[in-house]
């Protein structure tokens, strides 16, 4: 293994993880309704836009975000993440199987 696949495989390893914890913030501010919060200064609580899901998958936290999301059942029930996290998955597998062959 190269470098720079060991270096990669650590970046996935970080972004999954980012993934998995943005997820179960979202779910702990939805559940416990935090969201409605005053705001104090720089310091408040919100939820994590649904765009940013799809943004830290396409960074190659697809993996991370899909499990969380069926863990914890949260954003189950919306069709663009069952389908579109997925989706992502499957051409970042591709990108990742072609790019560790040509390396």
């Known amino acids: 293994m190269t ?41 408040w609580i919100s939820r994590v836009p649904e765009k940013n899901f799809f943004v830290i998958a ?18 189950t029930l919306h069709r663009s993440f069952m389908i579109g996290i997925p989706l992502i998955f499957l051409v970042e597998a591709a990108l990742v199987v072609v790019g560790f062959l040509l390396l």
């Open 58 to 75: 396409l960074l190659g936290g697809s993996v991370g975000t899909y499990l969380a999301m069926r863990l914890i059942r949260h954003k």
């Open 3 to 43: 470098v720079f696949q060991r270096y990669f495989l650590w970046y996935l390893l970080f972004i999954n993880l980012v993934g998995v914890l943005a997820v179960c913030w979202d779910k702990l501010v939805a559940v416990k309704g935090w969201n409605n919060l005053p705001r104090r200064g720089f310091l």
